[in-house]
């Protein structure tokens, strides 16, 4: 058994001013990368280019990440850090800025790799600039995984591309929540909820690994009702679904995803659907079938839930998330 989560991992309110000595030991040119607006809106932007501007160290933002980031992006981004002279990269978002700041960090000390093979097999391991992380989602995890899922529109795929790149760094604070809408914050959620469900269900699952998962779908739980409700989710838990979201990650890191997340992506790319919705689709028919080969597993996942069957599995994803409508044609094409 093997537990390895390499990333300097702090969580807690004001937690970019309270490291910033953290944050400025790990480069001294900076490349942000972030989405439109939304790094803007909830301070997060803010308090990172407050503590790099009050040490003189120079940044450049590169706000152009999309939801599901692409090749182009992350070779556009790449191509700005090296122009820039940067020489580590502050992801700051959801899990599409985090891994977008990943591959573009791995793009800018290979510059001979094209973006477009990103999903390829390299013969050798690459190395990568450090990245830090701040996250303002409660979903991906992607701050304390060495994945990042990257699109490539020529091809019509996506897919977690096979280089491993842990964030040096992440800064995690629940106060980035408060100005998200309520639906983003369930999307994200049952992702994080499906990475926990899918690590303990994992073929690699071990008794070492599975204290992650078991213990945050505990502290999922205990926000459920919240994401259940039809009232906006109080600030109060803010804190603990960005935990919960981070131990999600660090469960991920250990065995991987599995079924769903795999079967989520065709959705994406087909439908549109967001990426937590085209995951929990998929998530309690993955465990029912769990049930038939290791019933003592999902058994234990629906007790830390505090569900009494798979029904209510069922039950509780349809409120959360609804249901999906795909085409036979759709069916066949995936």
């Known amino acids: 058994m093997r537990f390895y989560v390499p990333t300097d991992i702090y969580v807690e309110k004001d937690c970019v001013k309270n490291h910033a000595k953290d944050l400025l030991a790990i480069g001294k040119r900076a490349l942000i990368m972030t989405g439109h607006t939304s790094a803007k809106l909830n301070g997060s932007l803010n308090d990172v280019t407050e503590i790099l501007s009050a040490n003189n160290v120079p940044y450049q933002i590169f706000d152009q990440v999309e939801e599901n980031p692409s090749t182009d992006t992350v070779a556009n981004a790449a191509q700005t850090a090296r122009e820039f002279n940067a020489d580590f990269i502050i992801g700051i978002g959801g899990g599409s ?6 591959a573009a960090a791995l793009l800018l000390v290979n510059p ?3 973006a477009d093979d990103l999903h390829k097999a390299q013969s050798r391991a690459l190395n990568h600039a450090p990245v830090v992380a701040v996250p303002t989602t ?3 995890g992607s701050e304390a995984t060495p994945v990042a899922i990257i699109t490539n529109h020529k091809i019509n795929l996506k897919k977690s591309i096979p280089h491993r790149i842990f964030p040096a760094l992440a ?3 629940g106060k980035y929540l408060a100005s998200a809408k309520k639906t983003l914050i369930v999307n994200t959620a049952v992702d994080a909820l499906a990475h926990m469900v899918e690590s303990i269900l994992n ?7 599975r204290m992650c998962p078991e213990y945050g779908l505990k ?3 205990e926000c459920k009702d919240a994401l259940l409700s039809d009232s906006p989710v109080d600030s109060s838990l803010y804190k603990k679904l960005m935990l919960t979201s981070t131990i999600a990650g660090m469960s991920i890191a250990q065995t991987s995803t599995a079924v769903p997340h795999g079967m989520s992506y065709d959705l994406t790319l087909g439908k549109g659907t967001p ?3 085209a995951v929990g689709y998929f998530l309690a028919a993955y465990v029912e079938i769990c049930q038939k080969n290791v019933p003592q597993d999902v058994a234990k996942i629906l007790s830390l839930l505090q569900l009494q069957n798979v029904g209510e599995f069922y039950e509780m994803l349809r409120k959360l998330i609804g249901t999906c409508t795909v085409t036979r044609a759709m069916k066949d094409k995936f």
């Not at 800025?97 to 990943?102: N, R, T």
């Not at 073929?203 to 690994?209: A, D, E, R």
Request: glycine share 8%; net charge negative.
């Open 219 to 221: 502290l999922w739980s």
């Open 203 to 209: 073929i690699h699952s071990n008794t070492f690994n």
């Open 138 to 140: 409660c979903g991906t």
């Open 171 to 173: 800064l995690i604070d």
């Open 112 to 114: 001979d790799v094209n």
């Open 97 to 102: 800025a985090i891994d977008a700041a990943k």
């Open 275 to 277: 990426h937590g919705p």
